[in-house]
């Protein structure tokens, strides 16, 4: 479980976020809210702390922050790894994989052949089903259900389309090389029709995985509503290796139309700023959302790592943990229809923080300035400052002195920037130490920010979430400090509120 204690030899064992017990995880799969529970499937290897073996691992949660582990779901075998994929509740028990009186959920998978089986170094799609409510589950016998003979088609998310067009399932998933999403229609989720292909289209530096597709609405109105496409690519992010980006527009049960398209085709690399992105942090990755979420909520979690040195951070016996859960929205900002994200979780149920340290009304100058009472390795930090003469102005959070990650605005630049150059272990991997960026504007004046603090991670949430930036770091078990900092001037914390969650 999450919210257990760190020791001395596992000092990054996050308090807020998921980690499997001692194997190695990566992207989240069949994500799900099914009979009361929130699902949380993802790749894991069961044998090692390193990418291999790729299974099917498996926790369930009641309030998207206290997970338990189970067993693993779905396991390779001799024949293929078990690659990313998505859950449906068959309800109308469409697959015939249970009874018109206790339906199905269905996995859709992407099955990876081995050498020397019937389809070597294929990738396709194949089935499994569970009757006890995603515990267990049985391989259909046969799979696969869709193969396009190629060596990168992969993770395939299924949604319920209920439209115009009619009523059936609609799988996304990428060629992944290509740039391209294929979307594919099916009655019973073993004979799949193809619809349409998407793209490519803005980023494209990296191949294409885990797309998603759902509709939101704008603004909160369910008679304005907009289908949003997520596609993560590897690498290619706007600071460097794994990333997320999406497009709004429309889909009429067959083809899906992006109104936020920057670029067609291959992109112009100058323009990688103006793309949509899920986040700007170098850790946030393989993001989808969850079905059958109560009250139509969109929730979404991201694999917290970068390609770039995944096998390599420095956790034992585990390694990588899994984003927050967000609740994202749909907002109309000036013309332009935004991804908006919030943590979904209610901390309460982690217990009763510790008292909060606040301060308001104060204006800080050159240098850094440490709040006395305010260290801890597990907080949310909520500030709201307006800027003065300073060139720079931010926190400092996981600080000693001589470590810490500076989390800073630049307005004349109109950036958000998190430092981690001086953030604890960083030499286990040349591209982990950076200063990485994202455009952001002022809010009556004002800039407004909620960083949740994890003993391995720091997510940004800046502008009541218009902008999101989420970071690993490992820094020191004793360095706990939290600073405010200016450079070249002045500015003004109108308020910061910091509580305490371990």
Same mark, same amino acid.
């Given at each position: ?26 992207? =989240? ?18 044998? #090692? ?13 009641? #309030? +998207? ?7 693993? !779901? ?6 293929? #790894? ?59 016998? !046969?799979? =696969?259900? $869709? ?63 885990? =797309?998603? +597709? ?63 992105? +899920? ?44 984003? +927050? ?29 510790? =008292? ?33 003469? *300073?060139?720079?102005?931010? $926190? ?65 949430? *800046? ?40």
């Amino acid at each position: 479980m999450t919210a257990a204690s760190a020791t001395t030899a596992d000092t990054f064992r996050p308090a807020l976020h998921y980690t499997a017990r001692n194997t190695w995880l990566n992207d =989240p799969n069949g994500l799900i809210h099914h009979e009361g529970v929130y699902h949380l499937y993802y790749q894991n290897n069961p044998l #090692d702390n390193v990418w291999g073996n790729m299974s099917w691992g498996h926790a369930t949660s009641p #309030d +998207l922050i206290t997970w338990t582990e189970h067993p693993v !779901a779905i396991s390779c075998d001799g024949e293929e #790894d078990i690659f990313s994929g998505s859950i449906v509740f068959d309800r109308d028990n469409t697959s015939g994989f249970g009874t018109d009186s206790a339906p199905p959920l269905v996995a859709v998978y992407t099955s990876a052949f081995k050498p020397g089986t019937a389809h070597p170094g294929i990738q396709a799609q194949s089935l499994a089903y569970s009757r006890d409510g995603g515990y267990t589950w049985t391989k259909h016998t !046969a799979n =696969p259900v $869709l193969n396009r003979g190629s060596a990168e088609f992969r993770d395939p998310k299924v949604i319920r389309y209920d439209g115009d067009a009619g009523s059936y399932w609609v799988m996304v998933a990428v060629e992944a090389t290509d740039f391209q999403v294929v979307l594919y229609k099916s009655e019973d989720l073993k004979s799949w029709e193809l619809l349409s292909t998407f793209g490519p289209a803005n980023a494209t530096g990296g191949v294409w995985e885990c =797309p998603d +597709l759902f509709l939101l609405p704008v603004d909160g109105d369910p008679e304005n509503l907009q289908w949003v496409l997520t596609v993560n690519l590897n690498p290619g992010g706007p600071n460097n290796g794994s990333a997320g980006q999406y497009f709004v527009g429309d889909f009429d049960g067959t083809t899906f139309t992006s109104t936020t398209t920057v670029t067609e085709g291959l992109q112009d690399p100058a323009r990688l700023g103006d793309y949509q992105w +899920l986040d700007w942090g170098r850790d946030y990755y393989a993001a989808v959302s969850f079905s059958d979420v109560p009250d139509g909520r969109r929730l979404m979690i991201g694999w917290m790592n970068n390609w770039q040195y995944a096998n390599e951070i420095p956790t034992s016996p585990w390694r990588s943990p899994m984003s +927050l859960v967000r609740e994202v929205s749909l907002r109309n900002d000036d013309g332009i229809l935004r991804l908006v994200q919030q943590v979904a979780a209610d901390l309460a149920s982690l217990g009763e923080p510790t =008292p909060s340290f606040s301060l308001a009304a104060v204006e800080i100058s050159d240098g850094q300035h440490l709040l006395g009472g305010a260290a801890g390795s597990v907080q949310r930090i909520e500030l709201t400052v307006t800027p003065g003469t *300073a060139e720079e102005f931010g $926190l400092v959070v996981r600080g000693d002195g001589a470590e810490g990650t500076r989390i800073g605005i630049r307005p004349t630049e109109s950036r958000i920037v998190v430092d981690r150059r001086e953030s604890g272990q960083t030499d286990f991997h040349g591209s982990f130490a950076s200063i990485d960026t994202a455009p952001i504007r002022t809010t009556d004046g004002s800039y407004e920010l909620t960083v949740y603090v994890d003993r391995c991670s720091v997510e940004v949430f *800046a502008q009541e979430g218009q902008v999101t930036l989420t970071e690993l770091i490992f820094p020191s078990s004793t360095s706990t400090d939290v600073s405010l900092y200016a450079a070249g001037g002045t500015a003004t914390i109108n308020n910061l509120t910091i509580t305490q969650y371990a």
